[in-house]
Antibody
């Protein structure tokens, strides 16, 4: 059974950098085809894909946030870390990490964490 | 990048059938995946690769698609199906992913 759990600060100030951690179990990011994505959702709004990292360390980022995002992985800890710089009030959202596999039709995000709320306010 | 368009809201009588649609150029090339989200909860995958259900999902959920349109159908809607439903696919021009704005389904 795949489980993911996001953690990080709830409150950050404008212009600060936030670091969120996704701790997972039930799969390995050394397995060919595995990936972990980050997705966020502002209160009452739609989901927005942020980026992902694959088993081979290939990374993809949302064009609208490129330059502000960095995704890294730690094989030994079964963790994926999202760093977002220059936080703004518009970045207030629940941040989710999710598992995906390349070889599955549609390549869906098949398991999600419960999400972590990040509020940007001075 | 591509966009996916969904109707904001739809209602269905208990036990009846409802179809939710998703439109976008990326659907010509990539299958849609559908996610259900109830208030205060994380999204849950309900349909992937156009018409595949994760194990354990009721068979009243089904998917279909043609051209630039994908659909999620709930046949015999139950009270617990009341939720927001989001479609998603790969972006047609790159290895990115896009989500629709979501459709709120109300079961009357």
């Amino acid at each position: 059974q795949i489980t993911l759990n996001e953690s990080g600060p709830t409150l950050v100030k404008p212009t600060q950098t936030v670091t969120l951690t996704c701790s997972f179990s039930g799969f390995s990011l050394t397995t060919s085809g595995a990936g972990v994505a980050w997705i966020r959702q502002p209160p009452g709004k739609a989901l927005e894909w942020l980026g992902l990292v694959y088993w081979d360390d290939d990374k993809r980022y949302s064009p609208s946030l490129r330059g502000r995002l960095t995704i890294t992985k730690d094989y030994s800890k079964n963790q994926v870390v999202l760093t977002m710089t220059d936080m703004d009030s518009e970045d207030t959202a629940t941040y989710y990490c999710a598992h995906k596999r390349v070889m599955v039709q549609g390549e869906p995000f098949d398991s999600w964490g419960q999400g972590t709320l990040v509020i940007v306010s001075s | 990048s591509s966009e996916l368009t969904q109707d904001p809201a739809v209602s269905v009588a208990l036990g009846q059938t409802v179809r939710i649609t998703c439109q976008g150029d990326s659907l010509r090339r990539y299958s849609a995946n559908w996610y259900q989200q109830k208030p205060g909860q994380a999204p849950v995958l309900v349909i992937y690769g156009k018409n595949n259900r994760p194990s354990g999902l009721p068979d009243r959920f089904s998917g279909s698609g043609s051209g630039t349109t994908a659909s999620l159908t709930i046949t015999g809607a139950q009270a617990e199906d009341e939720a927001d439903y989001f479609c998603s696919s790969r972006d047609s021009s790159s290895d990115h992913y896009v989500f629709g704005a979501g459709t709120k389904v109300t079961v009357l």
